[in-house]
């Protein structure tokens, strides 16, 4: 069966302050939108207005490499606006990226399945 070779993670938390997050989320976004071998970016809240989780994508390792050097110029800002409770990556990772994301929560490799 076909697969790829995505990395893509998860990231749930609480809005702790919703201008300062709402900065962070357009901020990163835009960057993002710019990044080559970015897929998917999307930002959720719960019913609650507080709960959040952030669904992101990329083409491969290097595409996630190269977002996490953007990503680090707005860190502080998003963590001004929200806690990062639970950080899931999924993908084969390489041992430069598995560094870089050291902050991760859990590390899922690819153990089955297909993509159409």
Do not use: C
């Not at 357009?26 to 989780?53: C, M, P, R």
């Not at 502080?76 to 929560?105: H, I, Q, R």
Request: aromatic content about 12%.
């Amino acid at each position: 069966m076909k697969l790829n070779n995505n990395i893509a993670w998860t990231v749930d938390g609480k809005i702790i302050n919703k201008a300062k997050y709402n900065e962070a989320m357009e901020k990163i976004t835009t960057a993002t939108f710019n990044e080559e071998g970015s897929l998917n970016h999307e930002w959720y809240v719960a019913e609650d207005q507080e709960s959040i989780h952030i669904y992101e994508r990329y083409q491969d390792v290097n595409a996630a490499v190269a977002h996490l050097k953007v990503w680090s110029q707005f860190a502080a800002l998003f963590l001004e606006g929200a806690t990062m409770d639970t950080f899931n990556v999924y993908g084969n990772v390489t041992p430069e990226l598995k560094s870089a994301l050291a902050g991760a929560t859990n590390i899922m490799s690819r153990y089955g399945g297909f993509v159409k």
